[in-house]
């Protein structure tokens, strides 16, 4: 059962415009939200986060969305530039000391066309 | 500062040979986990450990087996491998988290791309 779904493989923007990444999850004791960015041939790096006791994270270019009602979170990119063109994983944790279990989402590759 | 180092970056295993992919951190984390990358699948969970001397198993644990004896290395070895376990494996490592913080984000290294013939 997959915890955390990104429904969509892939996404193409052009450059300068806004990007929306999507996310969904069943499992209502993930307590984080975090999103990372893996670019090919290297490991994914931490991009940002955003708490389960809140609705919106925003650092610089980028804002995570979190809607609980929903069971949805979203990441905006504004503007995108072509060096964000990468895969992206969702990924939700639930653990509020020591050891936190992180399920990751199978990842949407965006392309940010020049 | 390094990160996360894994070793090597690619290898080529005949069925039922043995391996093990080593990984480094320099951060002082107490934390370090071995995943997998399969197509379709996502970062999956092998092993994990919380501390030096201390291991777990993740979601895939089958076929694969780790040791932590000091701090900053995360070793995970294949004894018999087989084709199922052609993947890319990523190395992690991150802070303990503490009641009430921010959950941290995981470092990752670069990645070992193994193939299994």
Redesign the interface.
Known sequence: DQQ?KQNSPSLSVQEGRISILNCDYTNSMF??F?W?KKYP???????I?I?SIKDKNEDGRFTVFLNKSAKHLSLHIVPSQPGDSAVY?CAA?V??????K?T????TKLQVIP | NAGVTQTPKFRVLKTGQSMTLLCAQDMNHEYMYWYRQDPGMGLRLIHYSVGEGTTAKGEVPDGYNVSRLKKQNFLLGLESAAPSQTSVYFCASSRRRSSGTDAYGYTFGSGTRLTVV
């Open positions: 955390v307590d984080y975090l990372y041939a290297e490991g994914p790096t931490f991009l986060s708490s994983f944790s653990g509020s000391g020591g050891y936190q992180v990751f989402g199978i990842g």
